[in-house]
């Protein structure tokens, strides 16, 4: 395992931006499962002033650990958003993973692959086989990253919220497909996140960059997560904006009224305005979800301090 910088060294035409030196390692050790031999075209982008991933196919994990004084032994996994069509790396990634080490939680952020047919034999099962091995490796290292396998979360914004809940809420996807227990969040935090793709409330964007346009009725219901909780999906913590015109805030509401209806610990917070992607940061709230965040987290003892 190599120390890099995060991602890439912006090429000369992007703007300068802060790196960062954190360990990224990939994410499989041998062939990438679901994939198509092709050449490799990702490159990063900041052009407008945040850090977008662009062509992702072959997925890695960049790990931010916090002090051993700091650590609460809590540790989440970070899924970017972009519509399943970019990753947003910057402020939905790598500056949520320094501020939660702050606050003692272990950080990984996924660079998980942008679905495409070109690379992936199934593409709207590459993600979700990226965060589920991404909880695999975070408990398989557990000890020597100072993690409690048993307090290991996944997160998400916009379509990695959808990414998130769906590996929380619906882990099989396909009948027949066996998951590892390791494979599974032991909570979810959900900043507004794409929930359903259904065609009253779902984000459309999403739906057809992952199971292409005018998709078959039964997999747009497979694929909505709030018509997918059990009495085993995890706990979650969702977040959104009621003036977000990307994402509808139906999307929190609906999944969380469909958590309690099952029993399963959840809190929403909901900002009156705020839009779609701010990140960590509403600028136009004095609140911070953050705080939020980390109230629940202790209510629900996954943080110890």
Known sequence: MLLIRLF?????????????????IPL?????????KAANEEYADSSRGILIVHK?????LTIFLPSKEKSTGA???????????????????????????????????????????????????????????????????????????????????????????????????VAGRRIKKTARPDFMILIYPV???TDSVGHIGSRNQLLGKNPPH????LFSNELQVTDKTPPAFLVHAKDDDGVSYKNSMLYHKALQQHGISTDIYLFEKGGHGFGMNNPLSAVQWMDKLMDWLKKNDWLKM
């Open 8 to 24: 890439y060294l912006l090429s000369m035409h992007f703007v300068t931006i802060e790196l960062i030196m954190a360990q990224e």
């Open 28 to 36: 499989y050790s041998g062939s990438i499962p679901n994939s198509i």
């Open 56 to 60: 992702v196919s072959v997925p890695t």
């Open 75 to 173: 540790a989440v996994v970070i899924c970017p958003g972009g519509g399943y069509g970019i990753l947003a790396a910057g402020h939905e990634g790598f500056d949520v993973a320094k501020k939660l080490n702050e606050l003692g939680v272990a950080a990984f952020v996924l660079k998980y692959r942008i679905p495409d047919n070109k690379v992936m034999i199934e593409k709207e099962l590459g993600p979700f086989q990226d965060a589920q091995k991404a909880l695999e490796i975070v408990r398989k290292n557990a000890r020597k990253w100072n993690v409690d396998p048993k307090r290991v979360g996944i997160m998400g914004f916009s379509a990695g919220g959808h990414l998130a809940a769906t590996v929380g809420t619906n882990p099989s996807l």
């Open 195 to 197: 929930i359903s793709f």
């Open 218 to 221: 039964p997999k747009v219901i």
